[in-house]
């Protein structure tokens, strides 16, 4: 199976500021990658599919690069809704499989 | 517009079982690729399985936690979990999902989750 590995954990940043979340695969899965956001008690939502293409209706400060086995989210621009949990996810082969996930917290 | 919407979750005791329903409107089942995804605190969110279009054979993958406990089906307009054996661990929100062509394999639609809880 392939391993994703997220880092950090978890982070607190200030309104405005600039987030990078990265994302390392086990093996090269191309550009295979979605991103995904979680806020409590609401569904989870794709924001970024194929490793840099933006869901319909997210926001432009959201950008995602990467391939083979490297990736990062990038928040330009920190706002109070992106508090949220971030994952990402291997859809290469299957069993399709997530990263342990990032809690972004406002300071 | 894609519409999901679970059920059936609730408290079971370990070795039980439960039978998740995702209803589904806004597109026609038999030719979308699906998927269930869990969630709980500790290990966060998890995929389970999916199924291929029927016209894709209808073919089905787990992930190895669930692999030969956990049955994924379509009924009509619904999308069917069925889980057997069921283990403490399985505790989570369970959510379905469709399968995007348009976004490489991305789950790009999900339902509001519901909630399996395994206790004794």
């Known amino acids: 199976d392939i391993q994703m590995t997220q880092s950090p954990p978890s982070l607190s940043a200030s309104l405005g500021d600039r987030v990078i979340i990265t994302c390392r695969a086990s093996q090269s899965i191309s550009d295979f990658l979605n991103w995904y956001q979680l806020k409590s008690g609401k569904a989870p939502k794709l924001l970024v599919y194929a490793a840099s293409s933006l869901q319909r209706g997210v926001p432009s400060r959201f950008s995602a690069s990467g391939s083979g086995t490297d990736f990062t989210l990038t928040i330009s621009s920190l706002e109070p809704e992106d508090s949220a949990i971030y994952y990402c996810q291997q859809s290469y082969s299957v069993p399709w499989t997530f990263g342990q996930g990032t809690q972004v917290d406002i300071k | 517009e894609v519409q999901l919407a679970e059920s059936g979750g609730g408290l079971v005791k370990p070795g039980g079982s439960l039978r998740l329903s995702c209803e589904t409107s806004?597109?026609?089942?038999?030719?979308?690729?699906m998927s269930w995804a869990r969630h709980t605190p500790g290990r966060g969110l998890e995929w389970v399985g999916r199924?291929?279009?029927?016209?894709?054979?209808?073919t089905t993958d787990y992930a190895a936690p669930v692999k030969g406990r956990f049955t994924i089906s379509r009924d009509e307009s619904r999308l069917i979990l069925q889980m057997n054996n069921l283990k403490t661990e399985d505790s989570g929100v369970y959510y379905c999902?469709?399968?995007?062509?348009?976004?490489?394999?991305?789950?790009?639609?999900w339902g509001q989750g519901t909630l399996v809880t395994v206790s004794s």
């Open positions: 999902t469709t399968v995007g062509v348009a976004t490489i394999n991305g789950l790009d639609n």
């Open positions: 806004g597109f026609n089942l038999n030719d979308a690729w």
């Open positions: 199924i291929n279009r029927k016209t894709d054979g209808g």
